[in-house]
């Protein structure tokens, strides 16, 4: 893999930087189609697809984080690279993201995997192999539990998975943004779930209608989820969604190549929960640690800014390879 020179050394530039970094996306090179997946009853999940020109070498599924969308910049440019690379793309929006809200009669959390679930097998079925899912922050989450839920399973289906600055300790994450240096990220997710959940009451106010309250007046992210995300899902409240949706609870059970990209500075994630016992035990499991790169951030200095754009499709092209000569790794 690439090494990473950082651009910047300071966390938040990373993060905030990443978020606004001016990404490469070609639509007329890479013609943009759309598809509405109904996973479940009263569920339609959106997904663009992108194809290469030529025979397409795999297929990659991108999935986003926490109230972000397909359209997310970290979204378009490891498309692009992918595209580049030959592999076909389709860049998943979480049930009721990127306005497909009045589709879905739920919201969506942390650990929710039936969609991903449904779509990947529907890919498996009708899109070129070897196929890879990727997922950034909170859909790093979902793309690492299936792969966990799966277990075996999982290698009739997909190539491997990358998990990109994964909260992979849902508890500890929110108590990290409940530090000060946080409160810009904390007040801006708040904001966005209760701006999500009062457009919801206006077409749905029996079912989203009970929970507005709880959200206006949530503090934290730790009360949102324990007073409306817990109680919508049947959870009980925030500790028992936190302990049964991390993802680190289900990295022992992967059973294809799976990387993991976190910096050790990532202000959002403590990276004391990847000191964790699967990294020691499971290998199929590879984690990248660069000292510096925020959350969702990894701008590089030199031409190549986007570190990101170089690891993941050289990473798919090894782990495809070992694939096709039956390699365990």
């Not at 030959?86 to 942390?110: D, F, K, P, Q, W």
């Not at 302990?243 to 004391?272: H, Y």
Request: positive net charge; contains cysteine.
């Amino acid at each position: 893999m690439p090494p990473f020179d950082p651009l910047f050394r300071n966390p938040h530039l990373q993060t905030l930087a990443g978020a606004y970094w001016q990404r490469p996306f070609d639509p007329r090179r890479f013609p943009v189609s759309e598809k509405y997946y109904r996973t479940e009853p009263g569920v339609e999940v959106l997904l663009y697809t992108q194809r290469p020109a030529g025979l397409a070498r795999g297929t990659l599924l991108l999935v986003h984080g926490l109230e972000g969308s397909a359209d997310r910049g970290y979204m378009l440019s490891t498309a692009q690279a992918a595209l580049e690379a030959g592999y076909a793309v389709h860049r998943m929006n979480i049930r009721s993201c990127g306005g497909t809200e009045e589709r879905c009669a739920t919201l969506y959390h942390a650990g929710l995997t039936s969609d991903l679930r449904f779509v990947i097998e529907d890919l498996v079925r009708n899109e070129p192999k070897p196929v890879f899912a990727c997922g950034f922050s909170l859909g790093g989450n979902q793309v690492l539990k299936l792969a966990g839920e799966w277990g075996e399973r999982a290698a009739a289906l997909l190539a491997g998975v990358v998990g990109v600055s994964v909260p992979i300790d849902l508890a500890a994450c929110a108590e990290a943004l409940n530090e000060p240096r946080n409160w810009l990220y904390q007040r801006r997710f708040l904001r966005n779930m209760t701006d999500r959940l009062q457009r919801r009451c206006r077409t749905r106010p029996d079912v989203f209608g009970p929970f507005l309250e709880a959200a206006r007046t949530a503090r934290d992210i730790y009360q949102f989820d324990d007073r409306v995300t817990a109680r919508f899902f049947g959870f009980g409240g925030a500790a028992r969604y936190y302990a049964t949706q991390s993802s680190g609870g289900f990295l022992e059970a992967i059973r294809i190549p799976a990387l993991l990209i976190q910096a050790k500075d990532d202000p959002m994630i403590p990276f004391e929960v990847y000191d964790h016992r699967a990294f020691g035990r499971n290998p199929h499991l590879r984690l990248l640690a660069p000292d510096h790169g925020g959350h969702v951030g990894f701008l590089a200095r030199g031409r190549k800014r986007l570190w990101l754009n170089e690891v993941i499709p050289a990473w798919m092209a090894e782990a495809g390879n070992k694939r096709t000569r039956g390699v365990v790794s």
